[in-house]
């Protein structure tokens, strides 16, 4: 049987529509047989996620997607096959909850400066208990009909150069690369997009595992770029949707991003060796 396995998305215990369940259900429905749930700094997801993948006959991959800082730019970096139980993954993603609560201050101070009408208390109410962030934030603007849609958030006040953004506390990549592999995961770049070169490498030298040769963000020049990385380097690959359902408006993405069996079972093989030599 081909099974298609997406490795990469989001629920609502990050900045995703949709609760785990109803995001598998999802999934299933447009043909995934294995989804990694990789919520933005938080694992909080993915016990619902397991307990129902069951029930359905799915498999789930645990994740987390961790933003990270290189010479002033952002890069995004999956953690894969995670143990999200790891006392010292579940003490760091803390850490970040509460620095982004500050952050998210920050920023809607800066829109009421900027004379938008926009309260804390009502950005926290649609995080819930995530960890709080631009999205969130961008929602309220577009239900206070303050901006046209959740992309003119971005332009207008939100975007990394837009009048109201404060920057997230700066993660190093070999800090988010070790923790990963101290939960004993896989780290993978996640959407490269246009790179240049010798950054690219000195990420790779941070002790990368693999990267997402294939995103909806990325054209099919940036795949045959990064399928050519893997191979020169050595290193896995990954596919994944990104799919968050909601003001995103991803959805015909869903079902379209995905790694065979045969590529999940690779990957498998390569963490199996990477923990016994560990132990050895
Ligand atoms: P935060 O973690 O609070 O910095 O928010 C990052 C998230 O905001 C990303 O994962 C995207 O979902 C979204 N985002 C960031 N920049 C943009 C943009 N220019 N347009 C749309 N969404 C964006
Ligand atoms: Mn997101
Ligand atoms: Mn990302
Ligand atoms: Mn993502």
Not at 134 to 155: C, E, M, N, S
Request: charged residues 25%; aromatic residues 8%; neutral net charge.
């Amino acid at each position: 049987m081909f099974r298609k396995y997406d490795l990469h998305s989001h629920t609502k215990f990050s900045d995703g529509e949709y609760s785990p369940c109803k995001l598998l259900q999802i999934a299933k429905n447009r043909g995934i047989y294995g989804l990694a749930i990789t919520d933005h700094d938080t694992v909080d997801g993915i016990p619902e996620a397991i307990e129902c993948a069951k029930s359905i006959k799915m498999e789930v991959i645990p994740g987390v997607e961790l933003s990270t800082r290189l010479q002033g730019l952002e890069f995004h970096i999956l953690g894969l096959f995670i143990d999200y139980q790891n006392i010292e993954l579940l003490e760091f993603l803390n850490s970040l909850k509460n620095l982004r609560v500050e952050r998210a201050k920050k920023i809607i101070e800066n829109l009421q400066s900027l004379g938008i009408d926009i309260s804390f208390d009502e950005v926290a109410e649609i995080a819930k208990n995530s960890p709080i962030g631009r999205p969130h934030i961008a929602q309220i603007l577009v239900k206070k009909k303050i901006v046209t849609d959740f992309y003119q958030a971005f332009h207008k006040y939100l975007g990394d150069y837009a009048p109201a953004n404060e920057l997230k506390v700066e993660l190093q990549i070999p800090d988010a690369i070790k923790l990963i592999h101290n939960s004993g995961g896989l780290a993978f770049l996640a959407h490269p997009g246009r790179i240049d070169k010798p950054i690219l490498d000195e990420i790779i030298a941070f002790g990368l595992d693999g990267i997402e040769i294939c995103h909806p963000s990325m054209g099919k020049a940036f795949t045959k770029r990064y399928t050519e990385i893997t191979k020169t380097n050595n290193l896995l690959k990954s596919i994944g949707s990104d799919f968050h359902g909601g003001a995103k408006d991803d959805y015909d993405t869903m079902g379209k991003y995905f790694l065979a069996e045969s590529d999940i079972l690779y990957i498998k093989k390569k963490l199996k060796r990477k923990h016994s030599e560990k132990v050895a």
